[in-house]
């Protein structure tokens, strides 16, 4: 019996896919919810699901391909202070976290810090780019510029 898959099971297949599995398989996934009968109406459904999705993943893309623009633009740089010795280098470090926070207080913009793609914290002043990634297939770099404070 073929089945269309509205969850990921181990081994069998994945959310959305369609799969000839035996008739008894095929009840016991119907009754666990975790696949539906592939009738033409129900493929009729995933198509179009399938398309909303892909309309929306393209969206998705599009917005981050506009923010590494504006990110990755010669007047986009995150503006911070910290404590310095004399040599240059700061008491502490600065942390994906605070430049994120840093870059909503300045610009208005949101990024998770966990898309920083900072190695070790900046422990010296000047300029400093900081990889980040918007999309699995975008990524910028922010410009850091850390002074004394």
Same mark, same amino acid.
């Given at each position: 019996?073929?089945?269309i898959?509205?969850?990921?099971?181990?081994?069998?297949?994945?959310?959305?896919?369609?799969? /000839?599995?035996?008739?008894?398989?095929?009840?016991?996934?119907?009754?666990? @919810?975790?696949?539906?009968?592939?009738?033409?109406?129900?493929?009729?459904?995933?198509?179009?699901?399938?398309?909303?999705?892909?309309?929306?993943?393209?969206?998705?893309?599009?917005?981050?391909?506009?923010?590494?623009?504006?990110?990755?633009?010669?007047?986009?740089?995150?503006?911070?202070?910290?404590k310095?010795?004399?040599?240059?280098?700061?008491?502490g470090? %600065?942390?994906?976290k605070? %430049?994120?926070?840093?870059?909503?207080?300045?610009?208005?913009i949101? %990024?998770?810090?966990r898309?920083? /793609?900072?190695?070790?914290? %900046?422990?010296?002043?000047?300029?400093?780019?900081?990889?980040?990634?918007?999309? @699995?297939?975008?990524?910028?770099?922010?410009?850091?510029?850390?002074?004394?404070?």
């Open positions: 019996m073929k089945v898959f509205t969850q990921d099971v181990r081994g069998k297949g994945k959310r959305g896919e369609v799969k /000839e599995v035996p008739d008894g398989y095929a009840n016991f996934l119907i009754k666990a @919810n975790k696949a539906k009968q592939a009738d033409a109406k129900a493929m009729s459904a995933l198509r179009g699901q399938q398309k909303a999705e892909a309309k929306h993943e393209a969206e998705v893309l599009a917005e981050a391909k506009v923010l590494k623009e504006k990110l990755e633009s010669g007047d986009f740089v995150v503006e911070m202070t910290a310095a010795g004399s040599d240059g280098r700061l008491f470090s %600065i942390t994906s605070q %430049i994120s926070q840093a870059m909503e207080k300045q610009y208005g949101k %990024i998770d810090k898309k920083m /793609e900072l190695n070790e914290p %900046i422990r010296s002043m000047g300029y400093v780019n900081v990889p980040v990634k918007l999309h @699995n297939q975008v990524s910028a770099k922010i410009r850091v510029h850390i002074a004394e404070k």
